[in-house]
């Protein structure tokens, strides 16, 4: 990277490479996720809920790194398209618990498969994107301390 930052050419400039690998990813997942009638916001969420099911809206916005105001209309379509269900909380109705249905899990059947495809397609080795999975963490734990 140049010394002097005020002059970065955009092609060299940081956010410019996490926002060009970005829209590549969401490409690349496009196809796949046709299949299954979802995108990758959708596809994510449900693998955040069958990661841990019955979770409240609050905490699919948190682990996402999605306002509450984006992951509830997401939620929406998810639930008409029966993948999930949401319920309000007997003891505090402020709160929404979200679950995965049994037609959402079917639906996640293909999830290994096309994280298999999506590693191989980006030619890094394990190693190589271990790395790069901590340096983005690291990345984006810095910019939300700020």
């Given at each position: 990277?140049?010394?002097?930052i005020d002059r970065v050419p955009v092609p060299d400039m940081f956010c410019h490479a996490v926002y060009?690998?970005?829209?590549?990813i969401n490409q690349a997942y496009a196809p796949m996720l046709k299949r299954l009638g979802l995108t990758y916001p959708q596809y994510i969420t449900m693998l955040t809920l069958d990661e841990a099911?019955?979770?409240?809206?609050?905490?699919?916005?948190?682990?996402?790194?999605m306002k509450t105001s984006t992951v509830t209309p997401l939620l929406k379509?998810?639930?008409?398209?029966?993948?999930?269900?949401?319920q309000r909380q007997k003891h505090?109705?402020?709160?929404v618990l979200v679950s995965l249905t049994d037609a959402g899990r079917r639906s996640l059947r293909e999830?290994?498969?096309i994280?298999?495809?999506?590693?191989?397609k980006t030619g890094l080795s394990e190693d190589e994107l271990m790395h790069l999975v901590d340096l983005?963490?690291?990345l984006t734990e810095n910019l939300a301390s700020e």
């Amino acid at each position: 990277m140049p010394k002097d930052i005020d002059r970065v050419p955009v092609p060299d400039m940081f956010c410019h490479a996490v926002y060009g690998a970005t829209h590549v990813i969401n490409q690349a997942y496009a196809p796949m996720l046709k299949r299954l009638g979802l995108t990758y916001p959708q596809y994510i969420t449900m693998l955040t809920l069958d990661e841990a099911n019955g979770l409240t809206v609050g905490q699919v916005s948190e682990k996402l790194k999605m306002k509450t105001s984006t992951v509830t209309p997401l939620l929406k379509r998810l639930e008409a398209l029966g993948y999930l269900v949401r319920q309000r909380q007997k003891h505090d109705e402020r709160k929404v618990l979200v679950s995965l249905t049994d037609a959402g899990r079917r639906s996640l059947r293909e999830a290994p498969e096309i994280t298999a495809c999506m590693i191989s397609k980006t030619g890094l080795s394990e190693d190589e994107l271990m790395h790069l999975v901590d340096l983005l963490h690291r990345l984006t734990e810095n910019l939300a301390s700020e």
